[in-house]
């Protein structure tokens, strides 16, 4: 058993084949997977299909890249969306500080606002972080600091080094590795995996992005989560069912999912 903790699968990439896209992913024993919103009109997209089918869970968020896009009307329809049980976390959301496609100052604003909307809903976040690890740590560690509940939830995407995943995994947070760790020269990061506690260690694809090895430059779908499953257990040394279990668990526990899914 496993779980994708973060896919498009509600993007048009699979507008001709999301029904065999979900079966595929069915087939390849995946029980859940949570499709992640990246502004308003994709996370309604994700929302559309959680309703649509049991195994899928949405987030809704807005993405640092479309961060410029976030006006007056955003918060509100986030807090609409996320009042649906379907949803199970706000995001993606941060700072991505390689591309820069929204002004660094307007990811700022954005992922305050943002990080303030799930604490005062008490939900986790998935978070979108790149190239500003110690900068979006600040950020949480100020929020933190301040009365209410404390930020949870996920550092989708991981890329980063083993001392920015422990930041992560230290504060309580989960630290999701896609396709990435299977590659090659990605040493850095399977260095990262190996290092964090195991009950921090979340699986997923990002897909259509990234398709981990052997899949390599094919459009990447849920079911392929098994090949970068199979990566981290091996970097950790230990079976590949001891590995789903654990993130298994993991998710259920970040994202709040139904208890009985690790069950079924």
Same mark, same amino acid.
């Given at each position: ?7 498009? %699968? ?6 001709? #084949? ?24 994709? +996370?309604?997209? +994700? ?13 809704? =968020? ?13 918060? #509100? ?6 009042? /649906?049980?379907?949803? %199970? ?6 700072? /991505? ?8 100052? %307007?990811?700022?604003? !954005?992922?305050? *606002? ?7 809903? /008490? ?14 740590? &600040? ?5 933190? &600091?301040? $009365?209410?509940? &404390?930020?949870?939830? !996920? +550092? ?6 083993? @001392? ?9 947070? =989960?630290?999701?590795?896609?396709? !990435? ?6 040493? #850095? ?10 009950? +921090? %260690? *979340?699986?997923? @694809? /990002? ?21 970068? &499953? ?17 993130? !298994?668990?993991? @998710? ?5 999912? $139904?208890?009985?899914? =690790?069950?079924?």
């Amino acid at each position: 058993m496993l779980i994708d903790s973060h896919c498009h %699968v509600s993007t048009p990439r699979y507008e001709e #084949d999301r029904d065999q896209v979900l079966a595929r992913a069915r087939e390849a024993g995946l029980i859940a997977l949570i499709d992640v919103g990246c502004d308003v009109a994709s +996370s309604e997209a +994700s929302l559309a299909l959680a309703r649509s089918s049991p195994m899928v869970f949405a987030a809704v =968020g807005v993405h640092p890249h479309e961060a410029k896009f976030y006006d007056e009307t955003t918060p #509100d329809a986030l807090r609409r969306m996320a009042a /649906d049980p379907r949803v %199970v976390a706000i995001g993606e959301m941060g700072l /991505d500080f390689h591309y820069d496609h929204s002004p660094r100052d %307007v990811q700022r604003r !954005v992922f305050r *606002l943002q990080l303030e909307l799930a604490r005062s809903l /008490d939900m986790p976040v998935v978070l979108h972080i790149r190239e500003a690890y110690e900068e979006g740590l &600040a950020l949480i560690d100020e929020l933190n &600091a301040l $009365p209410g509940p &404390a930020l949870r939830g !996920v +550092s989708h995407c991981f890329t980063g080094n083993a @001392t920015q995943a422990l930041g992560f995994s230290e504060r309580g947070f =989960g630290v999701s590795f896609t396709g !990435v760790v299977t590659f090659k020269k990605a040493l #850095d990061l399977q260095e990262a995996a190996r290092a964090i506690p195991l009950e +921090s %260690v *979340l699986v997923e @694809t /990002d897909c259509p992005y990234m398709s981990p090895v052997p899949l390599r430059g094919k459009r990447c779908e849920p079911a392929f989560v098994v090949h970068t &499953a199979r990566k981290v257990a091996e970097l950790r040394g230990i079976s590949e069912a001891e590995l789903e279990a654990a993130t !298994v668990q993991n @998710t259920i526990r970040v994202f709040g999912l $139904p208890g009985d899914l =690790g069950a079924s």
